[in-house]
């Protein structure tokens, strides 16, 4: 029978481990499949990474971090008369938050027999396919359960471990009175009976970006989102789309009248928000209650932070005995990555929590 085999930046692999002539060349094999398939999740399904400022860290730099939000003035400049002295503004620290990150791994063991005998060599193409998508939909899910529990403060993950997903002001991510660090105003971020899609709710979402958002020392300011997200559903998906794409409003009696809101906005379906889990399982479930979901969001300013200390990338076995375990025979490989995201400034998003039973 032919050897499989897999062509990757001008490189032709065996796909078969049995068809590599050492451990060295299985390894070098298995980390070129594993990163193309990496590639081609962030490239092609990752959607979470539109909404997040990536902060490096990498190798050496501790698990224990501050992320913080940059120190502003007032703003607003004050007439002064001759020889008179400058006036003199308010100097205030936004949102803080510490974080540790955390290692998430994902092990496969291929047998003796399996790579002795080139058994099944399509099948060991995905299963590293499925070690390099491991690891990018927990990623995924991990910086999407901010949204997913945007109206709690914690929630517990598959592990068990309780996670912080509150705003730097320890109020959840839609809240309707959030609190800045200096200054009495408050200001919301959640739409008021958190209606489904359409032209009207949306209007409400604008209006609360342009006249409820405040600084850090309670000036207004004007946030412009630059797009919409909603959850899975396609009916919420399929309205934003019309309202943005359609040359004349949808709900216009006359259809020479123009859509002011053709192209405004960019349309992004994220469907892990409605994803979630039982502690302690093995994968992640459709939640309907969380389906029809949206939001505005300003991602080119976005309060959310990606803190990484290790890119996904796969641990190979030692050259020791051919990297083979004594008493099996098999090899065994891990996936694994070092990160944590952060919500820290929920000015970025108005958010409508439309929950259906």
């Not at 309670?218 to 789309?241: K, L, M, R």
Request: net charge negative.
């Amino acid at each position: 029978m032919a050897s499989a085999s897999y062509t990757f930046s001008g490189s032709t692999i065996p796909v078969g481990l049995g068809n590599a002539g050492s451990l060295a060349e299985a390894v070098a094999n298995i980390n070129l499949i594993y990163h193309k398939y990496l590639e081609d999740w962030v490239s092609k399904y990752s959607k979470m990474k539109e909404f997040y400022q990536l902060r490096y860290e990498g190798p050496g730099a501790g698990v224990d971090f501050t992320v913080s939000e940059s120190i502003t003035g007032s703003g607003v400049a004050h007439e002064t008369d001759e020889n008179a002295e400058p006036w003199i503004g308010d100097i205030s620290p936004g949102y803080s938050k510490n974080v540790t990150v955390r290692e998430r791994t994902y092990s496969l063991a291929l047998t003796w027999f399996f790579t002795y005998h080139n058994k099944y060599p399509q099948q060991e193409m995905n299963i590293i396919k499925g070690a390099a998508d491991a690891c990018g939909n927990r990623m995924e899910f991990d910086m999407a359960a901010p949204f997913t529990y945007c109206t709690s403060t914690t929630y517990t993950n598959i592990d068990g471990r309780s996670v912080n997903v509150a705003s730097g002001d320890g109020l959840a991510l839609a809240h309707a009175s959030h609190t800045v660090r200096n200054a009495s105003a408050t200001y919301r971020n959640r739409i008021a009976t958190d209606p489904q899609i359409s032209r009207g709710s949306i209007e409400i979402g604008e209006n609360l970006f342009r006249q409820q958002m405040i600084d850090n020392n309670g000036n207004p300011v004007v946030v412009e989102p630059d797009c919409i997200v909603t959850a899975s559903d396609q009916v919420t998906f399929n309205i934003a789309n019309q309202l943005m794409r359609s040359t004349s409003p949808v709900d216009a009696p006359n259809s020479s009248v123009n859509n002011p809101y053709q192209g405004q906005y960019r349309v992004i379906r994220a469907a892990s928000i409605d994803r979630t889990f039982s502690v302690g399982g093995k994968s992640f479930t459709f939640d309907s209650t969380k389906q029809k979901q949206w939001m505005l969001v300003d991602s080119r300013n976005s309060g959310l932070y990606l803190i990484v200390t290790m890119y996904p990338t796969v641990q190979s076995p030692t050259e020791a005995n051919g990297g083979v375990q004594f008493l099996t025979g098999q090899r065994t490989w891990k996936a694994h990555s070092v990160y944590e995201p952060v919500a820290l400034d929920p000015r970025f998003c108005v958010i409508s929590v439309v929950t259906t039973s």
